[in-house]
């Protein structure tokens, strides 16, 4: 029943950071995963990262590791994604979302059942 707001997003040149921000509305975040994916324009929607609410277990894409840091605040039920040495290819509308609800998966976007509205991210060269 939750209601998610993606926030932070913004142009930035390659190797900047950005730090995106999902906050829950009108609900608590519930797990057992919440994730980060993200769309760019002509391709499919992509995992980027996750984290299970109760645990704080974390799991990136490959092309991530190293770079973003997925993070959660219980007490401010926010989820956070910390973007660093970002690369053009990053370049996308980035949505926060919740799977509370069987099946679960860390990251097919089809397991979710909640998304925020998106934010976008443009990393310029």
């Known amino acids: 029943q939750v209601q998610l707001v993606e926030s932070g997003g913004g142009l930035v040149q390659a190797g900047g950071s950005l730090r995106l921000s999902c906050a829950a509305s009108g609900g608590t975040f519930s797990g057992p995963y919440v994730g980060w994916f993200r769309q760019a324009p002509g391709k499919e929607r992509e995992f980027v990262a996750a984290?299970?609410?109760?645990?704080?277990?974390?799991q990136y894409t490959d092309s991530v590791k190293g770079r973003f840091t997925i993070s959660r605040d219980s007490a401010k039920l926010t989820c956070d994604l910390q973007m660093n040495s970002l690369k053009p290819e990053d370049t996308a509308v980035y949505y926060c979302a919740v799977d509370n609800k069987a099946p679960y998966s860390w990251t097919d976007y089809r397991t979710y059942d909640y998304w925020g509205q998106g934010t976008q991210v443009t990393v310029s060269s």
């Open positions: 984290i299970t609410w109760n645990y704080g277990n974390t």
